[in-house]
């Protein structure tokens, strides 16, 4: 049945805001009527394609859902649907128990699409702000396979996993991101500022500058006179950057060419390895058939050019090929990981050994992050130094040129 979020009048004239179930418009104005409503506005809770749960447009608002409230909204679920309850009462429960109003519109919205006879995965699928493909795949495939309160349970540890991962590389680059900025901006301020000052002074003078104040002097002219251009080409530059690669296959060259990157790269390899693992152990884990758990996993991996190489594996296995024979066969694939898929099939314990190559392969980003984080903070103090350093023998050079000259 579907749900409309309705704006009404009570009886005491006050304005009652929510959600409500019925099968058209006119019949949800009836139903607020037979509450003693004055129905002022009703609209059908739209899929997120162009208004927001509650109709407020997309761009100015919020996401319903943080990453740490869906963690936590998935567990809620999981727990009332691995209790036996239905996946409708689960959501009536917990649109009932929702901290906001927005959320209990959505889950509101959820469950009439589920009421009305549609899967909870294209329920989701209705809004796309708030839940990912990722989340909407493995959702899909823990329904088909009839285990969807395990893989609900399995995917809040994977979002909390996720988030404490993300947290920690966040909080290795945070420091290098703060001095290269602080760099930047006082960098800016010495060249726009500084320099010219010294430009003033001597101008009046007929000797010659050193060559590094002359070299500086240009560069601040530089920067003051295409300064606020050159940031508009390079904004220009990182939004067109951004529209060519929705193409597929220049995206797909573009995360093939990151991926070969020294250190970067190396990051991004495990990144997606324990992405892709850990999404694998977990529908394994479901029940999920291997077919359809490699399909969703493929799904989360963000690299365009592993993704392609996990559909190939795909395709390997489908034709009979060993999962860890498929996996070793992409050299993007981390080896570890196709050497405890293999461990896994010859034990019969395949997804507890998916789950362990997850593990270690998120250990492993974090502990290559922490290194590149601890090498790039005094680099990035000692080139910052650097460039002060010769702004400011740019500045005293003619000074101390100028002593000599008086002597």
């Known amino acids: 049945m579907p749900a409309y979020a309705f704006e009404a009048l009570d009886p005491e004239g006050a304005t009652q805001k929510g959600v409500i179930e019925a099968d058209t418009a006119k019949g949800a104005r009836g139903l607020l009527r037979a509450r003693a409503l004055v129905p002022l506005e009703v609209k059908p809770v739209a899929s997120g394609e162009g208004e927001a749960v509650g109709g407020a447009s997309t761009l100015l608002r919020r996401r319903v859902f943080t990453a740490t409230t869906l963690a936590i909204w998935t567990r809620q679920l999981a727990g009332l649907v691995s209790s036996g309850l239905t996946l409708e009462r689960a959501l009536t429960a917990l649109a009932d128990e929702a901290d906001t109003e927005q959320q209990h519109h959505l889950v509101a919205a959820l469950r009439a699409e589920v009421n009305a006879g549609s899967s909870f995965a294209k329920a989701l699928a209705r809004f796309p702000r708030e839940f990912s493909e990722i989340y909407i795949a493995v959702v899909g495939a823990g329904e088909q396979s009839g285990h969807l309160g395990v893989v609900l349970e399995r995917l809040a540890d994977d979002l909390e996993e996720r988030q404490a991962l993300n947290a920690k590389l966040l909080a290795a680059t945070l420091y290098p991101a703060i001095v290269t900025v602080a760099a930047i901006a006082i960098v800016l301020l010495l060249m726009t500022y500084v320099v010219p000052q010294v430009a003033n002074v001597f101008a009046g003078t007929k000797r010659a500058l050193p060559m590094l104040t002359v070299i500086m002097l240009g560069l601040s002219a530089f920067v003051r006179s295409w300064g606020l251009a050159l940031l508009g080409v390079l904004v220009a530059a990182f939004f067109a950057l951004?529209?060519?690669?929705?193409?597929?296959?220049?995206?797909e060259r573009f995360d093939a060419a990151w991926l070969k990157l020294p250190l970067v790269g190396r990051l991004a390899r495990g990144y997606n390895a324990a992405r892709f693992a850990g999404t694998l152990a977990m529908l394994a884990g479901a029940g999920v058939p291997i077919l359809k758990a490699l399909q969703a996993a493929a799904e989360t991996l963000g690299n365009r050019a592993m993704r392609v190489d996990a559909l190939d594996a795909l395709v390997l296995v489908r034709e009979g090929a060993p999962l860890a024979s498929a996996i070793?066969?992409?050299?993007?694939?981390?080896?570890?990981?196709?050497?405890?898929?293999?461990?896994?099939?010859?034990?019969?314990?395949?997804?507890?050994?998916?789950?362990?190559?997850?593990?270690?392969?998120?250990?492993?980003?974090?502990?290559?992050?922490?290194?590149?984080?601890?090498?790039?903070?005094?680099?990035?103090?000692?080139?910052?130094?650097?460039?002060v350093m010769l702004i400011v023998l740019a500045v005293l050079l003619p000074i101390i040129q100028l002593n000599q000259w008086v002597r």
């Open 328 to 387: 070793g066969q992409k050299k993007r694939f981390p080896g570890l990981l196709s050497m405890f898929a293999r461990l896994g099939e010859q034990t019969g314990q395949l997804p507890q050994m998916l789950q362990r190559a997850a593990n270690q392969l998120s250990a492993e980003v974090q502990r290559r992050a922490m290194q590149l984080a601890t090498l790039l903070e005094p680099l990035l103090i000692i080139g910052m130094g650097l460039i």
């Open 242 to 251: 951004r529209l060519a690669l929705r193409n597929p296959a220049l995206r």
